[in-house]
Structure formats: C-alpha cells, structure tokens
C-alpha cells in the first residue's frame, strides 16, 4: 500500500533553516509528482511547493519563493523541502502529497518558528 511519512520538524528560531523529508513507498516513485502542503492553526491546508516525477519541474507558492527549495531522490524515494530563512508565519503542520487520480498524504510533521 502507499505509505507516505515525513520527518525533519522541529523547533526553529526566525532566520533558521529545515530541511524536511518524505519517505514514499507502495507505488513507482519517479512516476508520479509530488507536492508539500501545510497546515498552520485555524487556517486551511495550502499548497507550499510541486514537484514533477523527473524532479525537472519545480513550483512554489509566492510566499515561499527564494526561500524554500523542493528537490527529490528517485534512488531513496524521498522527496525534500527545505526550508530557509524561516519566519513566524512558516509555522505549521507540513505533508507531503502524492499528485494523481488518487492522492495520499503523509501524517505530517510539525514546524515551529519561534524565538
């Protein structure tokens, strides 16, 4: 079965960096897109940064950009997102997505930023 997990949260100051992971396993990984959502409290869950399955194409949202990279390995399919120059506002539960005719989600990890 599709099993997505997520790692990598944590506690950071404002201007930090993480780097966050997802594991994928239970289907063939290069062949599908990947993308990191997030949570924060009392707010929707919204799309962060997209991935295609080559890893050739990249996608983020403006609050992101210049400041989060996504990347993948197809060897470890493990997608990443990392995060620099983090702000309050960063601070959210972050999962990974499986792009497709059915999506997945991972469980989540939680990001916090604060001094």
């Known amino acids: 079965q599709v099993q997505l997990v997520e790692s990598g949260g944590g506690l950071v100051q404002p201007g930090g960096s993480l780097r966050l992971s997802c594991a994928a396993s239970g289907f063939p990984f290069s062949s599908y897109g990947m993308n990191w959502y997030r949570q924060a409290p009392g707010k929707e869950r919204e799309f962060v940064a997209g991935?295609?399955?080559?890893?050739?194409?990249?996608n983020y949202a403006d609050s992101v950009k210049g400041r989060f990279t996504i990347s993948r390995d197809n060897t470890k399919n493990t997608v990443y997102l990392q995060m620099n120059s983090l702000k309050p506002e960063d601070t959210a539960v972050y999962y990974c997505?499986?792009?497709?005719?059915?999506?997945?989600w991972g469980q989540g990890t939680q990001v916090t930023v604060s001094s």
């Open positions: 997505r499986r792009v497709g005719l059915r999506t997945y």
């Open positions: 991935i295609t399955g080559s890893g050739g194409g990249t």
